[in-house]
C-alpha cells in the first residue's frame, strides 16, 4: 500500500473516466515532452494578463487541452479553430468541471461575435500568410470590445535557425520582436512587447528571444 492520502486518487482513477491528452498535446508529449511545458507557460502568461476578464476568445485553440489554463482565471472562454477535427477532438475531451464553448471558425473569414473583453493567438499568425495577416489581426480586434486587449505569441525570427524542418515548413510568417510589435501597432493603440526563452518571461533584448508575446490594447476602430 502507498500512502493513505493518494488513495483517493487510485480509486477515481480506476472508477472514473480520466482526462487525457488531445491530438496535438499528446504528439508533442510523444516527440518533445519539455516543449508541452513551454506552451504550458505561455497559457500561464495568458491567464495572468487576463484574470478576470468576464469573457474571453482564443483563436487557433488546436485541439483545446491547455485551454483550460486560461479558463481557470476568467469568466468564460469561447476557443475556435478553423480545423473542425480539433474542434471535435476538443469538444470530446473537454472536462464538464472547466466549460469551454469550442467551436469552428475561420477568422479570416470575419469575426467572432460577442464584443470579447479579451482575445488570445498563440502559434498562429507565423502559419499566416502576410497577404492575409491584416485581415487574420482585424478580424480578432473587431471581436473585441472597444477597450478590449489581445495576446499574441509566436517564434521569433530568429528562432527558425534552430526550428525542426516540420516546424520551418509551417512557420510561413515569423518576425523579428520589432517586426511585429511595428506590425500590430497598425491594429492597436499600445502594443507591449515581452520575449520568452524556454518557459521564463523577460522583456530582454528582441534578437535574443526565442519566443515573442505581445500585449496589445484598445483596437484601432
Not at 84 to 108: C, R, S
Amino acid at each position: 500500500m502507498g500512502e493513505k492520502q493518494y488513495e483517493d486518487f487510485k480509486t477515481r482513477f480506476e472508477t472514473e473516466q480520466t482526462d487525457q491528452f488531445g491530438l496535438m498535446v499528446s504528439h508533442s508529449f510523444e516527440e518533445d515532452p519539455k516543449r508541452v511545458g513551454f506552451t504550458f507557460a505561455r497559457y500561464g502568461f495568458v491567464a495572468q494578463m487576463f484574470s478576470g476578464f468576464p469573457s474571453v476568445l482564443e483563436v487557433g485553440c488546436g485541439d483545446g487541452q491547455i485551454s483550460r489554463v486560461v479558463r481557470q482565471t476568467v469568466g468564460g472562454l469561447t476557443a475556435v479553430d478553423f480545423d473542425d477535427q480539433f474542434v471535435a477532438d476538443a469538444q470530446e475531451k473537454m472536462n464538464p468541471k472547466w466549460p469551454i464553448t469550442y467551436g469552428q471558425h475561420d477568422i479570416l473569414s470575419g469575426p467572432v461575435q460577442g464584443g470579447f473583453d479579451g482575445a488570445y493567438s498563440l502559434d498562429v499568425l507565423e502559419h499566416i500568410d502576410q497577404s492575409n495577416e491584416d485581415i487574420f489581426v482585424g478580424n480578432i480586434a473587431k471581436s473585441l470590445s472597444d477597450d478590449g486587449s489581445l495576446i499574441i505569441g509566436m517564434p521569433s525570427l530568429e528562432s527558425q535557425a534552430y526550428a525542426s524542418p516540420v516546424s520551418k515548413a509551417g512557420h510561413i510568417n515569423c518576425k523579428t520582436q520589432d517586426g511585429l510589435t511595428n506590425f500590430l501597432k497598425g491594429h492597436f493603440h499600445n502594443v507591449f512587447p515581452f520575449g520568452m526563452n524556454d518557459s521564463t518571461l523577460h522583456t530582454g533584448y528582441g534578437a535574443m528571444c526565442h519566443y515573442l508575446l505581445a500585449l496589445c490594447v484598445r483596437p484601432k476602430r
